[in-house]
C-alpha cells in the first residue's frame, strides 16, 4: 500500500495553501496550523527545511508570512518530497521473516503479484514526482466534479 509520510503530507499542505495565494500575500503559518488542525512548532519545522530547500521564503512582520519563490507551475511535487524523503518505496508484500532478509524477498524474481505491485508503485512515484505543484492541486477539482 501507498503511504506517504506525516512530513510529506503536511508540506504538501504548506506548499499548497501558499500556492493558492502565491502572488497574493504571504500567508502565516499559525493559518495554516489553526485551519488543518496541525502543530505550529511542527509546520515551522517543515518550512524551514522548504525554506532551506530554496522552495519558500518567509517576509517577517506583522504582516508576514511564507510564499512561493516560483509559480505553482514551475514546482515539481518530486522536488517537494525528496526534502523529506530521499527514496521513496512501498512495501506491496512482507519481506519474509524478521532480520533474516534484508527488504529483499526471497521470491521477488518469480513473484508476478510482487512484481506487478512494484511496477505499479513505481509509475506511481514517477507520475506524482513529475507532476507540478498547481496540477497536483488541479486533481483536487477533478475529483470534485
Not at 32 to 50: G, T, W
Not at 70 to 92: D, E, T, V, W, Y
Not at 114 to 133: A, H
Amino acid at each position: 500500500m501507498i503511504r506517504f509520510l506525516r512530513r510529506e503530507d503536511y508540506a504538501i499542505v504548506i506548499v499548497g495553501v501558499l500556492a493558492h495565494e502565491y502572488k497574493k500575500r504571504p500567508v502565516p503559518l499559525s493559518e495554516i496550523a489553526k485551519e488543518y488542525a496541525i502543530s505550529l512548532l511542527f509546520l515551522r519545522n517543515l518550512a524551514n527545511e522548504l525554506r532551506e530547500a530554496g522552495v519558500i521564503k518567509a517576509v517577517e512582520g506583522k504582516k508576514g508570512g511564507y510564499y512561493l519563490t516560483k509559480n505553482p507551475r514551475s514546482i515539481k511535487m518530486g522536488k517537494i518530497l525528496k526534502i523529506f524523503s530521499k527514496n521513496q518505496h512501498f512495501a506491496c508484500c512482507s519481506s519474509g521473516e524478521k532480520g533474516k532478509h534484508k527488504r529483499l524477498c526471497p521470491k521477488e524474481k518469480n513473484c508476478f503479484a510482487g512484481n506487478t505491485w512494484r511496477n505499479l508503485n513505481k509509475e506511481f512515484i514517477d507520475k506524482v514526482y513529475n507532476l507540478s505543484l498547481q496540477a497536483f492541486l488541479d486533481y483536487k477539482s477533478k475529483s470534485a466534479a
